[in-house]
């Protein structure tokens, strides 16, 4: 078992609509949760953290974090064909990253 | 500069050469940390420094690679003997340390170098 799932796509979805993004992992002393966003040929660029229960909101974007189920999310609202990219879900045990192979979405217009 | 840069940003040399890295952090991050991605995949981490200290080596690969921070700023990644399965994207990340908030400060990357081992 990996140490941290994403589905990897690719996941469609249209302009405007509602795109949500999962990520488990197994590591159940993990306190710290990442999203980047990676762009085809680019580096990861950090939209969100989270490090309590609950939800987290900034902007269009919204991550969920369940430790009991150990299951992390992200919302992206109103998606816009600028959201399209590969989305990395990321869980800090001692310190270093813990990556998922990301998920590609697609937001079609 | 703003951000975290790397150098070269590719590299392109011949089996059984020895290559090196570099990494220059972001000012003032503490923390270095050395991963290498592959194609569809998610980085993987391989090494991090807090200042010059190496912390945690367990992802290198074999005893070909090793880092280097020697005076807590600049990094150099080095392969030696280089083989094609080290053809990869290799990233570099920085981050603030605050003590006991470590594993809390989100890590910001560079650009990365793209090693090509023919």
């Known amino acids: 078992q990996k140490e941290v799932e994403q589905n990897s796509g690719p996941l469609s979805v249209p302009e405007g609509a509602i795109a949500s993004l999962n990520c488990t992992y197994s590591?159940?002393?993990?306190?710290?949760f990442f999203w980047y966003r990676q762009y085809s040929g680019k580096s990861p660029e950090l939209i969100m953290s989270i490090y309590s229960n609950g939800d987290k909101e900034d902007g269009r974007f919204t991550a969920q974090l369940n430790k009991a189920s150990q299951y992390v999310s992200l919302l992206i609202r109103d998606s816009q064909p600028s959201d399209s990219a590969t989305y990395l879900c990321?869980?800090?045990?001692?310190?270093?990253?813990?990556f998922g192979q990301g998920t590609r979405l697609t937001i079609n217009p | 500069g703003a951000g975290v840069s790397q150098s070269p940003r590719y590299k392109v040399t011949k089996r059984g050469q020895d290559v090196a890295l570099r990494c220059d952090p972001i000012?003032?991050?503490?923390?270095l940390y050395w991963y290498r991605q592959a194609l569809g995949q998610g980085p993987e981490f391989l090494t991090y420094f807090n200042y010059e200290a190496q912390q945690d080596k367990s992802g290198l690969p074999n005893d070909r690679f090793s880092a280097e921070r020697p005076e807590g700023s600049i990094s150099t990644l080095t392969i030696q003997r280089t083989e094609q399965r080290d053809s990869a994207m290799y990233r570099c990340a920085s981050s603030l340390a605050s003590e006991g908030w470590e594993g809390y400060q989100p890590q910001h990357f560079g650009d990365g170098t793209r090693l090509s081992i023919l």
């Open positions: 000012s003032g991050h503490v923390s």
């Open positions: 590591d159940r002393g993990s306190q710290s």
């Open positions: 990321a869980v800090n045990g001692a310190q270093k990253l813990v």
